[in-house]
């Protein structure tokens, strides 16, 4: 059974992990990688991810992403959305430590950071505008 409005945004707004696919060219599939993302009910996605990285290469391209999570405990659950990047903005310490703090617990997050500052290239934010939504909650199994 499909999820309502309200329910599919209410769980894409919770911390999981996506998977982001993007068109990877002709006579290729799709790239998909998991990835932290961030959302809030009635907004855009947005993910963060290197400058000069396949997948920013990719996204800039196509102009569009698709984000899918999923769980499979207490029931079988899924929403993917899909659209357009409305826009591509430099990334802010602020926001890598938010989205840091999103899935890591508290006392990692300055770790994180550190490593993060010290062995990735500058990060880039992908803002997408959900367009397309597919959902399903199976029940528990």
């Known amino acids: 059974m499909a999820l ?15 998977a982001l696919s993007v068109a990877a060219g002709p006579d290729r599939g799709p ?7 961030d959302y809030t009910p ?14 920013a290469q990719l996204i800039r391209a196509a102009g569009r992403f698709t984000l899918m999570i999923e769980q ?4 079988i659950r899924y929403v993917s959305v899909e ?18 703090a999103r ?22 934010v992908f803002y997408l505008r959900p367009e397309h939504w597919l959902s399903a909650d199976l029940g528990a199994i």
């Open 83 to 100: 659209g357009p990047v409305v826009r591509e903005e430099p990334s802010t310490p602020e926001l890598l430590r938010d989205m840091a």
């Open 31 to 37: 790239l998909t990688v998991p990835i932290w993302y």
């Open 4 to 18: 309502s409005k309200t329910e599919r945004e209410e769980y894409l707004a919770e911390s999981h992990i996506a």
């Open 72 to 75: 499979s405990d207490p029931t």
């Open 42 to 55: 009635g907004g855009d996605a947005w993910v963060l991810t290197g400058k000069t990285s396949k997948k």
């Open 103 to 124: 899935y890591l617990p508290p006392d990692k997050v300055d770790g994180y950071l550190e490593m993060a500052n010290r062995e990735h290239e500058e990060n880039v």
